[in-house]
Structure formats: C-alpha cells, structure tokens
C-alpha cells in the first residue's frame, strides 16, 4: 500500500510568484485536505477536496486554490506570493465511512524570499 | 468552533523518565481526539485517536493518553521515555457529527529526551 506523496520536499519562489504543489493520496482514499503549518505553530487547514469538489475551506484568501483529479490527486496553488506563506504545506488523505483518521505526507517546505 | 490548547511548548525529559503532555480542548459539541507525532523533516503521523469506547487509549510504542471530558482534557503519558521518542507532538481535534471534517490542532510541545 503507498502512502500519501508529495511534491517537491523544497521549493524557494519569490514574493509575487505562483506556486503549484502536488500530493498524491493513499490507494483507496477519496478524500484530501491541505494544511500549512508555519514555524514553530500547528498545522492550520487550508480546504478539502472530495470527489474533485471542494467540500471546506478555511481562513485563507482566495489566492490560495485547488484542484482534486479524477485518480484522487490533488494540487495546491497559490498565487502572488507574500513573505508570510513561507511554511511547511502537509497534504493529508482519509476514506469515506474512516475519514477521521487522515494520513500525512511529509510535506512541501516552501519558502518566499 | 473548536480549539485546542497545549500547554507546554517545550517539554525536557530524561531518557527512562515518566513524562506527561497536556492538552485541553474547547467545543460547544461532541469531537474526537487524536495525538500526532512530527519528527525532524518529516510529516505527521497518528500516535493514537479516542473516538469512543474506554477513555484509555494506547499506542504501540508505549504511549497513553486519557479522555476527560469534565476537564476536556486528553493528556498524553509515557512512563518510560527513550531517546527516540524525541519529536514534536501535536494534539488536535475534529467533529463527531459529519464525515471528513477538517482536524483543529494545536500548536504542538517539542519533547526533548536528554541521555
């Protein structure tokens, strides 16, 4: 069974830029939620995708975007860049009927200079 | 809405140490619990989950943690800490009412284990 991937482990982008990174859920998981966690504080939810619908979204502006594929991928994007967004971008995957329990990938380290 | 306070940021310990970290949460309805465990570079992965049942609940490794819900508490212990067991530790919580709710968490305490 593979588990949650994630693409790339590092990225250094520039205030402005547009940034995409991908995560790849666990086999047999319908469901994927983005988190940021910044330095030195608890991951924070950014939104879910399920079923290729967004199905929740947290306090981020809409400069941050998604996309689920039909094979459960998913996307992160965001667009223009702050100083703030610097952080650790964790993609998680749960099934339907055992959605609580969600299964992390080791994360996209992203940092704007 | 839901949150969830860990009250110690940093926690040293001896190796063989008993150590306890704690966490209280706040909710106006029913969630569940889980601990997460974040090593150096890594991602998350789950130490243990209450979701009903006894309020004991028990990790493979040797970790325990106890749901009190008059002090909406869930405390995580381990009697004995080794080395290896260093590592940030993330409590969080999530709805009981509907499926594939987002996980609250908080801010996690950094578990030291000196030899």
């Known amino acids: 069974e593979t588990g949650v991937t994630q693409s790339p482990t590092h990225l250094i982008k520039t205030r402005g830029q547009q940034v995409t990174l991908r995560c790849s859920s666990q086999?047999?998981?319908?469901?994927v939620s983005w988190y940021q966690q910044a330095l030195g504080q608890g991951p924070q939810f950014i939104f879910q995708y399920y079923r290729e619908e967004e199905n929740g979204r947290g306090n981020f502006p809409p400069r941050f975007s998604g996309l689920q594929f039909p094979n459960y991928s998913s996307e992160l994007n965001v667009n223009a860049l702050e100083l703030d967004d610097s952080a650790l971008y964790l993609c998680?995957?749960?099934?339907?009927?055992?959605?609580?329990?969600?299964?992390f990938g080791p994360g996209t380290r992203l940092t704007v200079t | 809405a839901q949150s969830v306070t860990q009250l110690d940021s940093q926690v040293p310990v001896f190796e063989e140490a008993p150590v306890e970290l704690r966490c209280n949460y706040s909710?106006?309805?029913?969630?569940?619990l889980f601990w997460y465990v974040q090593y150096p570079n890594q991602g998350l992965q789950l130490l243990l989950k209450y979701l009903s049942g006894s309020t004991l609940v028990e990790s493979i490794n040797g970790f325990e943690a106890e749901f009190n819900k008059s002090q909406t508490s869930f405390h995580l212990r381990k009697p004995s800490v080794h080395i290896s067991d260093t590592a940030e530790y993330f409590c969080a919580v999530t709805l009981t009412n509907s499926g594939n709710t987002p996980l609250v968490f908080g801010k996690g305490t950094r578990l030291s284990v000196i030899a």
């Open positions: 998680a995957s749960s099934a339907t009927g055992d959605s609580y329990e969600q299964y």
């Open positions: 909710s106006s309805v029913s969630v569940y």
């Open positions: 086999s047999g998981h319908n469901t």
